[in-house]
């Protein structure tokens, strides 16, 4: 059976999450499991009747959470809490429970505060094995998933998302928009966002699942990205953590954390399988 990890700190944004989740979950037949983290910091001047006293608090957050947003579900949903930094954490969750998908809420940034901060979210994706999906409070959870953004540019790794976009795209008899887009309009550019292209094609037809192709020029992938999901309504972008990277946008931080920050549509990150860190646990 599949498994879903879910971060949460009972915020409403992690409720959304929870809900996107059990939506998820019953299409795939997916257990889920919530994790709340709990601070180090935190912790250090409690004592034990303290700890004691949270722990309770936290497993009755927990069965509010579960009753107000996954009410209806059948299947399995089982609560952790564990103890240190919350990316370490859940994401060390995701690996000891072999998890299919993560799914938290980003609250996002913006600003300066964009381009000197991190956030949970991204620090959760940029660190788990698997892919993860990030969603903002704004989005409705309800919505299902009708239409998926692929973007596809110039790098080799552009195409390690199409397995689980297409699982992503058949589950909810998604229609997948393939947006080519190209930082440069030099011959190598075009001719391997071109090659990219023709590969996602090629693997959609085979899974018999609706495309629309769209090509741009862009110095800012995720920009363009972003509009054009918005334009089209879009219930879920799919990308890689590692996309290509144009100079103007150096001081803007890596991509995957320019998409997790800035979209209101819900991002699915897939790390670049060369990323993946075979021994595991993070420390």
């Not at 034990?48 to 927990?62: H, N, T, V, Y």
Request: glycine fraction near 6%; charge should be negative.
């Amino acid at each position: 059976m599949k498994k879903i990890i879910v971060g949460t700190d009972f915020s409403k944004t992690s409720a959304v999450a929870l809900q996107y989740a059990v939506n998820i979950a019953q299409k795939v037949d997916a257990s889920i499991t919530l994790v709340h983290v709990l601070k180090e910091k935190d912790l250090e001047s409690k004592q034990p009747e303290e700890k004691e006293r949270a722990g309770k608090e936290i497993e009755g957050a927990f069965a509010d959470l579960i009753e107000k947003h996954a009410e209806g579900f059948q299947g399995e949903i089982e609560t952790k809490i564990r103890e240190g930094r919350v990316y370490q954490e859940i994401t060390n969750q995701a690996r000891y429970s072999d998890a299919w998908l993560i799914i938290t809420g980003a609250h996002g940034l913006s600003g300066f505060e964009e381009i000197w901060l991190g956030s949970h979210a991204y620090k959760i994706v940029s660190h788990a094995g698997c892919p993860v999906l990030t969603v903002r409070k704004s989005f409705d959870p309800e919505k299902g998933i009708s239409k998926i953004v692929l973007p596809i540019d110039s790098t080799y790794e552009t195409t390690q998302k199409l397995p689980f976009a297409e699982e992503m795209a058949g589950l909810f008899k998604a229609e997948v928009h393939i947006v080519s887009l190209y930082s440069s309009l030099t011959h190598h550019t075009r001719e391997k966002v071109d090659s990219n292209t023709r590969e996602a094609v090629k693997h959609l037809k085979n899974k018999d699942i609706k495309y629309i192709t769209k090509e741009m020029v862009t110095e800012n992938i995720t920009s363009s990205t972003i509009e054009y999901a918005t334009e089209i309504n879009a219930d879920l972008i799919c990308i890689m953590t590692e996309q290509e990277f144009a100079p103007p946008n150096i001081f803007l931080g890596p991509y995957a954390q320019q998409m997790v920050n800035r979209s209101p549509i819900p991002v699915l990150s897939i790390r670049t399988k060369q990323l993946i860190d075979p021994s595991g646990i993070i420390e």
